[in-house]
């Protein structure tokens, strides 16, 4: 008989491990998460503990792009507190923005090791472990560049071979009983984007223009969509990437047939 999944297993009944945890999206994913009762972990390169006290903090530097360091740092997040059952992918740094010939090749290695490399490190080693134990969740945190194109050369193809070893993890070990998903979020208000905009290297005004809601997209509504994709709420669905974007995807096609429309006035 096959097993058919079951509403009221929770999948995270484990700890949910959080890279890249101490800041924007991995922490505004952690405190939601906290915040529905689960045990939280977060880990990042800079540690630094989050106001939520149910959160844990492990103290030492997790870099996600160590080989060593994520499989040591695994077994001893594992015999500290526990099994993983759910695990995130928060930790990434932006790409540089350049025109293709002054893109410098040790920008490329630390934005591939960093965002492509570090991902699948964390997600084969938690998942291998998962795999054996039948059981758990993984959601990666890729972007809109990686479905897109930009003068962001390395990162959009990192983010798109996020998207792609998504699919590949979720064919591997959807027979273990491992779901792994990605999300991609559109220009998402955390500090590293206003550092962005203050600093003049990005506009508001160009990065909401094309978003159907004309807006930034807010942390916590991506920890929303990695909290669903986490839960028995979407025990059906593996290997998809889904864009948390306020509809940049939908509309920045609509400039070349003169813009999006204003909402109408009444
Ligand atoms: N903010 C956006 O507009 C946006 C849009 C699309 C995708 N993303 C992606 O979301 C993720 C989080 O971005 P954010 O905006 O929250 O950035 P952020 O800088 O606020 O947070 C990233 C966290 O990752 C940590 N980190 C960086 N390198 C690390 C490493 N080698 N090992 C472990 N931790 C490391 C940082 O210390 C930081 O705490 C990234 O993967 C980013 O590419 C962000």
């Known amino acids: 008989m096959t097993r058919q999944p079951c509403q009221h297993q929770k999948e995270t009944d484990g700890i949910v491990l959080v ?70 992918n928060a930790a990434g740094i932006f790409g540089k923005m350049h025109p ?23 997600a ?22 990686g479905m897109t194109s930009g003068p962001i ?34 220009f998402t208000r955390t500090a590293a984007l206003e550092a962005g905009i203050a600093s003049g290297a990005l506009s508001r005004e160009r990065l909401v223009r094309n978003a159907a809601m004309n807006r930034l997209v807010e942390p916590v509504e991506v920890a929303q969509a990695i909290a669903w994709l986490l839960s028995p709420a979407s025990s059906g669905i593996t290997g998809v990437n889904l864009p948390v974007d306020a509809g940049f995807i939908a509309g920045s096609t609509w400039d070349a047939y003169g813009g999006l429309r204003e909402a109408p006035s009444n």
Not at 102 to 111: G, Q
Not at 114 to 121: E, H, M, P, S, V
Not at 154 to 180: D, S
């Open 19 to 88: 890279t890249g945890g101490s800041r924007g999206i991995g922490a505004a994913t952690a405190t939601l998460l906290a915040g529905q009762g689960h045990k939280v972990v977060i880990v990042d390169i800079l540690p630094e503990p989050l106001e939520e006290a149910a959160i844990m903090l492990w103290p030492e530097a997790f870099d996600v792009s160590n080989e060593a360091a994520v499989t040591s740092g695994i077994a001893a997040i594992e015999a500290a507190h526990g099994p993983i059952s759910g695990l995130v």
């Open 100 to 122: 293709v010939e002054k893109v410098r090749m040790e920008n490329w290695d630390r934005e591939i090791n960093i965002d492509l490399r570090g991902t699948f490190l964390v």
């Open 124 to 145: 084969r080693n938690v998942g291998e472990r998962m795999a054996r134990r039948k059981h758990g969740a993984i959601v990666n945190v890729a972007s809109v560049a």
């Open 153 to 186: 050369h390395a990162y959009t193809a990192a983010k798109a071979g996020v998207i792609q070893i998504t699919q590949t993890l979720a064919a591997e070990w959807g027979r273990a009983g491992v779901r792994v998903n990605a999300v991609s979020p559109g």
